[in-house]
């Protein structure tokens, strides 16, 4: 039987401020037919049951991937994540608090939230991070809300090298604010020329958006069109893989004024695709546009340090036309995890990692790229991922390689005329020996 809280003289009282006659009339502009649906549900469980039932599941995955085996990417990586990790986010006074809305009462969660803020403003070279985010797509968005909102423009500039999930959704976004779009249409047939992106920022523009690495896998720097952005009054914004700038410039060096991505490489696996963590940083100036909160450290009546919520621009908070957003609550744990991943890795164990991805991956673009009948799409630097030229269909290779390899991923679902073309992703998981095997494969599928 559910729980209802709502007694008869309530619910009259309500109906009657609605002008309803019954329940049944609050919902009249629903059809009949899907009103209240019966659903062929099984009976219930007990715990031991359940628990029983889900393990019978889990033994139909009868085709694990290994690490070294899974070459995909675009956007959400496969990392080495060390147990100390999981030893600190499983700390039950951190793991229970999702978004901690009085946090004032947990200075242990708002030193955790200060130092995230830290370790990201450090990696992405800018003045200052908020708390954290939903994922790398919305937090792309927030940036463009952020430079609509100092700019006081409407016209964002992007090109189609830019992760096709963020394209969307920021498509989407657009529409709701009245954002006119530019979408650039060259970055598939040749390597993305920031001079070229510079000859479309006009006036108008509030933001140009791109991304290093881009969704090819290509690096590039755009500290000209940081120039050239500036000169017409817009924003640079850079999506970046924070794992590349333990070796790449950062965005605080290439003059772009907000810098976002997705921190699932910061130590989160991937968990079949969530929960994520939004990670955006800025210039010191746009401090007060940004969206979400921002932890700042101070002294107590005693002189002791403390952490508080310096700022909190959610409607929950402020007058809701002075709210940067309602889309914005941090994920604590998830930057939790973040920052003890960044703390346990070290800055020596950061810079590592990023070499190890470069070198892994120039080894495997040579290896394979070597293999008769493929080809290499881009010339030019790329940091972990790269594109290939098959020559056959990408979906037969999937057919012939099996549940239990992951060469990477087709780009036809984004990008017209790539149906033979697969974006392959390398990182420290993925050996010489995984490298050599897939190569060989490769050659295999090729022949027949």
């Known amino acids: 039987m559910g729980f209802v809280p709502h007694v008869d003289g309530e619910r009259r009282r309500m109906l009657e401020a609605l002008g309803a006659g019954s329940v049944e009339d609050l919902f009249e502009d629903i059809p009949a037919s899907i009103r209240n649906p019966r659903l062929d549900l099984p009976p219930p469980l007990s715990e031991l049951e359940a628990v029983e039932a889900l393990k019978d599941l889990e033994a139909l995955n009868r085709y694990p991937v290994r690490g070294g085996d899974y070459f995909i990417g675009g956007g959400a990586y496969n990392h080495h994540v060390p147990a100390a990790v999981g030893a600190v986010t499983s700390i039950p006074s951190f793991y229970t608090a999702y978004t901690p809305y009085q946090a004032e009462a947990s200075q242990g969660m708002l030193q955790a939230i200060f130092e995230y803020q830290t370790a990201i403003a450090r990696i992405t070279g800018l003045d200052v991070s908020n708390a954290s985010l939903y994922d790398g797509g919305t937090a792309c968005y927030e940036a463009c809300a952020l430079a609509m909102r100092q700019t006081r423009r409407r016209h964002v500039v992007f090109d189609r090298s830019v992760n096709p999930h963020y394209r969307e ?244 679902r984004w990008y017209d005329g790539l149906s033979d073309c697969l974006l392959v992703a390398v990182t420290e998981m993925n050996s010489k020996q995984h490298i050599d095997e897939y190569a060989r494969r490769l050659r295999d599928w090729l022949c027949n």
Do not use: W
Request: proline share 4%; charged share 25%; with cysteine.
């Open 169 to 412: 959704l920021l498509k989407s976004y657009a529409h709701n604010v009245k954002a006119e779009i530019t979408e650039l249409d060259h970055s598939q047939v040749a390597a993305d020329s920031p001079g070229r992106i510079a000859e479309r920022v006009d006036d108008t523009a509030a933001a140009v958006i791109v991304q290093n690495p881009d969704f090819f896998g290509r690096i590039a720097d755009y500290s000209a069109l940081a120039e050239a952005a500036h000169a017409r009054g817009a924003l640079l914004v850079m999506i970046v893989n924070p794992v590349s700038l333990g070796i790449l410039k950062t965005p605080g060096e290439m003059g772009a004024d907000v810098a976002v991505g997705e921190g699932q490489p910061l130590g989160l696996r991937l968990n079949y695709g969530g929960p994520y963590l939004g990670f955006m940083a800025a210039r010191r100036k746009f401090m007060r546009k940004m969206p979400g909160r921002l932890v700042g450290q101070t002294v107590d009546e005693k002189g002791r340090r403390a952490y508080v919520l310096t700022l909190q621009a959610r409607e929950q908070h402020i007058r809701r036309e002075k709210a940067t957003s309602n889309i914005c609550s941090n994920e604590a744990l998830c930057a939790l995890t973040a920052v003890a991943h960044l703390a346990t890795i070290g800055k020596r164990g950061f810079v590592d990692v990023a070499r190890l991805c470069l070198q892994k991956a120039h080894y495997a673009r040579m290896t394979l790229g070597a293999v008769e009948g493929v080809e290499l799409v881009f010339e030019g630097p790329h940091f972990n991922e790269f594109v290939l030229r098959l020559g056959k269909p990408v979906e037969d290779l999937f057919r012939a390689m099996g549940h239990s390899f992951e060469p990477g991923i087709r780009l036809d």
